[in-house]
């Protein structure tokens, strides 16, 4: 039997954090407003800008929790 296939299966639950990157910018009631801006920028722009950074910064934390050797 092959150790590689024992080490491929199985579902982790660091996977639930994409569903919170999903949620967060896949439901435009929650931010579309123009206040508070900040810098002079709406609240519309500058919320999914951000999730942009968090997403990326999320994502790199899940692959290196997730990886294995």
Known sequence: M????GKR??????????????VAVLWPPFYNRAEPSWAGIPFFYWYQ?????ISAISTAFIYFVTERD
Do not use: A, H
Not at 2 to 5: A, H, P
């Open 9 to 22: 299966g199985g579902w982790r639950w660091w996977y639930l954090l994409f569903l919170v990157q999903f």
């Open 49 to 53: 800008m951000l999730w942009v950074i």
């Open 2 to 5: 092959n150790d590689t296939q």
